[in-house]
């Protein structure tokens, strides 16, 4: 008996994110194609790669996804063993059968799809890990090119005054060299500021994980040894201590704080993720501005 992989994906699921991934006989796969709540699900959703299926992944990393299309017809969508992404159409559901059977048999004419042009469309057939853990290259290195203003500024003012005192220009140069030495402090100050946020938040999270993805309910939180698995149905309220200005070069440095209903929290620093709240949609949160952003 033919045994196959089968996974399900349903409106606001993220692109690569499925669920009920186990396999199945030819049978089970077109029963559960059959039973799909298609009207349900696809009630205006956008016709695309990632959107209300059933998709079947073969031996030869083929995978067939079934969705739906304009006018109650359906969308088949192949990705075949070579990677290149395919498409067809069929009237009715029940036109899906034969060309799962043929998929699962691995006797499907690919002459009959044309030919799907999608940017990367593997990642909308290939399940990924909603995973993050904490990553700080490009900001590390947006820091650390920030952090050279102070001393360019006051490098160049050196070299300005230096010529204005050559030319006899003390008093404007006065004026300049106070001025200078203003913002060259803020400046510093900004960047050390900003150096120990960093630290702040890497030395809280660096050991964390968080396992969240959008059409999920449950999600974990915390680190390999010490987890827990929550749901966010359970979430009364969420809070957002951003920076200021989202274009300060440490905005990255958020917080989530998740508030439970029965009073529990946790805090997801943003260099594990930037907008954790994004993926909980149906969550009342709350935005709060912040000059600095300390998590503990």
């Known amino acids: 008996m033919i045994m196959l992989l089968s996974k399900v994906q349903y409106k606001n699921y993220e692109t690569g994110e499925f669920t009920d991934i186990r396999e199945r006989s030819v049978s089970e796969i077109i029963n559960l194609v059959n039973n799909y709540p298609w009207l349900q699900q696809c009630h205006l959703v956008a016709v695309s790669l990632t959107a209300p299926s059933v998709s079947i992944e073969r031996g030869d990393n083929a995978i067939l996804k079934?969705?739906?299309?304009?006018?109650?017809?359906?969308s088949i969508y192949l990705l075949n063993s070579d990677g290149k992404s395919l498409k067809t159409h069929v009237e009715h559901l029940e036109d899906c059968t034969a060309v799962i059977t043929q998929f699962c048999e691995n006797t499907l004419d690919e002459t009959t799809f044309e030919t799907n042009h999608v940017y990367h469309a593997e990642r909308h057939f290939i399940t990924a890990q909603f995973i993050y853990r904490v990553k700080t290259g490009s900001f590390t290195a947006s820091l650390a090119l920030f952090s050279i203003l102070?001393?360019?500024?006051?490098?160049l003012t050196a070299l300005v005054l230096s010529a204005g005192f050559q030319e006899g220009k003390k008093p404007a140069m006065i004026f300049a060299m106070v001025l200078s030495a203003v913002t060259s402090s803020a400046l510093a100050f900004m960047v050390i500021k900003g150096w120990m946020i960093y630290f702040n938040h890497l030395n809280?999270?660096?050991?964390?994980?968080?396992?969240?993805s959008k059409g999920k309910d449950e999600f974990t939180f915390g680190t390999n040894n010490v987890n827990k698995t929550y749901n966010k149905q359970d979430i009364d309220h969420i809070n957002i201590y951003r920076t200021k200005s989202s274009k300060q070069i440490w905005s990255r440095l958020n917080i989530t704080e998740i508030v439970f209903k029965n009073g529990e929290q946790i805090k997801i620093s943003g260099l594990i993720i930037e907008y954790a709240y994004s993926k909980i949609p149906d969550a009342h949160c709350l935005f709060i501005d912040k000059l600095f952003t300390n998590i503990n």
């Open 66 to 74: 079934i969705s739906h299309y304009y006018h109650d017809k359906f």
């Open 150 to 155: 102070p001393v360019a500024a006051t490098f």
């Open 204 to 212: 809280y999270a660096k050991d964390q994980f968080l396992e969240l």
